[in-house]
């Protein structure tokens, strides 16, 4: 029988607000079995208060001051045909990014790789060689890495074949070796957490991939005292975060609500090694608890993304990681949403400009400027002088790519020669 309508409407508003009761409950059941209610609330309100819009992001730029920063980079030297397009651009990126800092300041390129490739020797980039003198003139500093693919068992408990600088935990290692062999993009956050003698000297380091490339505002721009900033992520569904929240429970971790944060971090040395290492184990225990034998192996493809997918393992660890080290440590963070991690697709003349962009990272898509179509060599016939006055994320990524191909590799040195070649300039 047809439910009156005043009854109907009374019945669907005793049912809602059951489910809203019920709701509150459960996830206040939740909340304690995860650690203290007013721990987990006060974190969350400190978190949500301080990060939303990069509120409290400013351009810092004290001229008189000597400040020092690593730019630090994984380079796979056994697919160099595939990353030596990034690597060029994303050096000649840094390169033209010297134009706009201020005199004292100076900025390294940091390559971690398993061998000193010709590339890199024709770049000029030095071999296993720290910054020792602030007034040094900036270098591509390129340093020997191990990476988890490559490390023999009964090497690692001899302390053969590992550089003086990295500081590997042998049984993590030995564990990830077993697990992650097909899973490359790992590397690029165990530098971090392995080789940190070889950046600890720096007042910053910017922790990035090379299919990126720097803008000129990144000439003049610091975190704001020990805070670590973040860029954009995409990796997070309402789903994902339910799961990782209950993952951080299952590992006795603490969980401070932050989601979809970026690859590219940019801070403190010493924070930035405290998360590498934190995302190291979560990474570790994700795929041996989280993800089965044919998803490691990528034989589920995409099939549960946006969701879960083994792809971005290393933003779920990085994510757990940060999470927990906010809410147990309270390090300070800034999501630098608007900053760092911009999509290189922005057609917008004023964009970098008025937005204060540092820095563009290439999302994986077909429109201009992508990576895909840059590397298949379809954007061949455009000359770069005629994107001089492109000031756009898409005209200046485009510009600065075709430039760094036109370039050839000793060209690409002396443009490095020449910036801040005095040590008072």
């Not at 998803?295 to 971005?312: N, S």
Request: proline share 5%.
């Amino acid at each position: 029988m047809a439910i009156p309508f005043k009854k109907r409407g009374l019945s669907a508003l005793i049912l809602s607000l059951f489910a809203i009761i019920t709701t509150d409950l459960l996830r206040q059941r939740n909340i304690l079995n995860f650690v203290d209610v007013s721990t987990v609330y006060a974190v969350t309100r400190r978190v949500n208060l301080l990060l939303p819009n990069d509120a409290d992001v400013r351009i810092y730029q004290p001229i008189s001051s000597t400040i020092t920063r690593g730019v630090l980079i994984f380079y796979p030297h056994n697919k160099e045909i595939i990353f030596r397009p990034e690597l060029l651009w994303f050096y000649h990126s840094w390169v033209e990014m010297m134009n706009y800092e201020p005199p004292l300041w100076r900025t390294d390129l940091i390559i971690y790789t398993e061998v000193y490739t010709d590339v890199l020797k024709e770049l000029g980039c030095v071999f296993n060689r720290f910054r020792t003198d602030k007034s040094e003139p900036p270098q591509c500093r390129m340093f020997l890495y191990q990476p988890i693919s490559s490390r023999r068992t009964p090497d690692l408990y001899k302390n053969v074949n590992i550089p003086p600088y990295q500081q590997i935990n042998v049984r993590r290692s030995v564990l990830l070796r077993q697990s992650h062999a097909a899973y490359g993009y790992i590397d690029s956050i165990n530098t971090i957490a392995e080789c940190y003698p070889t950046y600890s000297m720096y007042d910053y380091i910017l922790r990035t991939d090379s299919d990126t490339f720097l803008t000129k505002n990144f000439g003049n721009f610091t975190p704001n005292n020990d805070t670590i900033l973040f860029g954009q992520g995409g990796y997070s569904t309402t789903f994902t975060g339910n799961r990782l929240r209950r993952i951080a429970q299952n590992m006795n971790w603490l969980y401070a609500n932050l989601s979809n944060l970026g690859s590219t971090w940019y801070g403190p040395p010493r924070i930035a090694q405290k998360i590498a290492n934190r995302s190291m184990d979560a990474i570790l225990y994700l795929a041996i608890n989280e993800f089965t034998q044919a998803e490691r192996r990528g034989r589920v493809g995409i099939a549960l993304w946006p969701d879960w997918h083994y792809g971005v393992l290393l933003l779920y660890g990085c994510d757990l990681a940060i999470n927990h080290l906010v809410a147990s440590e309270n390090i300070s963070i800034e999501l630098a949403r608007r900053l760092l991690d911009q999509t290189t697709t922005n057609r917008d003349p004023n964009d970098i400009e008025k937005n204060n962009r540092l820095h563009l990272h290439c999302w994986h898509t077909d429109d201009m400027f992508s990576k895909f179509q840059f590397k298949a060599g379809n954007y061949n016939h455009i000359h770069p002088h005629t994107l001089i006055n492109d000031t756009s994320p898409a005209g200046y990524a485009l510009r600065i790519a075709l430039e760094s191909r036109l370039m050839s590799l000793t060209k690409l040195k002396q443009t490095l020669q020449r910036a801040k070649s005095s040590p008072n300039t």
